[in-house]
């Protein structure tokens, strides 16, 4: 089945939310990366997610805020932190579309110790921090544990104005309604839905980043091709569907057409 069309705002609609959580003061960066580099890092019963071609890797910091169960509310102090992830993006063999998380640096153990037993995501304590001073925001990360102890992140990202209508690009890569992972030895989608985010131009002053390297993917060599930031939006998460890899190909396979190189 083709990719279902990229949508400002959730497809699929949650009635009975399991998760709740807002993501605030988010920095989006982004790198091309040649499909065939990332197919084999996706769980079965999916494959790279490509625009013209070519797929992408994120690198995105933010603020968790008010994580709760069921409808909520959220927990105001174990469930509020900062957060970095490297992602990838995905589409299964239904059509839809998500994300792949190589890691979830977090600042909460409890919350990382939750996550990873019971969604099985690659999160790791860190020790972070987020500061702002007028348009300029700085997201600071180090892991503490596990997998590589020390990695750290920096970024600095100067917050410009306000998108009215953003590009194609630019929807593909932040509209996405679900994660893909591999859960218990089945391949789960846990969608998601959001108001349409509120994006702005953004510039990035300065990056010193392991994260994407630690999580398996080629180093960045250059700058990204896009940099968003977003005030943020309320999240809430629904019950997780096993995804049915039809061609019980294991690895995944990229898309046909012209690949991008890291850039």
């Not at 959580?21 to 997610?49: E, I, K, S």
């Not at 409808?71 to 992830?85: A, H, K, V």
């Not at 990695?151 to 996405?176: D, K, S, Y």
């Not at 309320?234 to 046909?256: C, I, K, L, M, Q």
Request: hydrophobic share 40%; glycine share 10%.
């Amino acid at each position: 089945m083709p990719p279902e069309p990229v949508t400002v705002t959730a497809p699929r609609p949650i009635r009975r939310p399991v998760l709740v959580q807002g993501w605030h003061d988010l920095a989006f960066l982004h790198w091309p990366v040649n499909p065939a580099v990332v197919a084999p890092l996706l769980p079965p019963g999916t494959r790279p997610d490509t625009f013209d071609g070519t797929s992408y890797v994120g690198l995105i910091g933010f603020r968790m805020v008010g994580v709760g169960l069921g409808p909520g509310p959220g927990i105001p102090y174990l469930g509020t932190f900062c957060e970095t992830n490297v992602r990838l993006y995905s589409v299964d063999d239904a059509g839809r579309r998500g994300v792949v998380f190589r890691s979830l640096d977090a600042a909460r153990l409890l919350p990382v110790l939750v996550a990873m037993a019971s969604l099985r995501l690659p999160y790791l304590w860190s020790r972070m921090r987020l500061d702002r001073d007028g348009d300029l925001v700085t997201y600071h990360s180090r892991r503490r544990w596990p997998g590589l102890r020390g990695a750290r992140n920096r970024m600095v990202v100067r917050v410009g104005a306000p998108i009215a209508e953003p590009t194609p690009l630019e929807l593909f890569l932040t509209a996405r309604w679900g994660l893909h992972e591999r859960v218990h030895g089945a391949t789960r989608y846990l969608p998601n839905e959001h108001p349409g985010w509120p994006l702005h131009r953004a510039e990035l002053v300065e990056l010193a980043d392991d994260l994407v390297a630690a999580g398996g993917l080629p180093a960045p060599d250059g700058p990204p091709v896009s940099v968003l930031y977003s005030p943020g939006v309320p999240v809430r998460f629904g019950r997780p569907v096993t995804v049915t890899d039809h061609a019980t190909r294991g690895a995944a396979r990229p898309e046909s057409g012209p690949v991008g190189r890291p850039q």
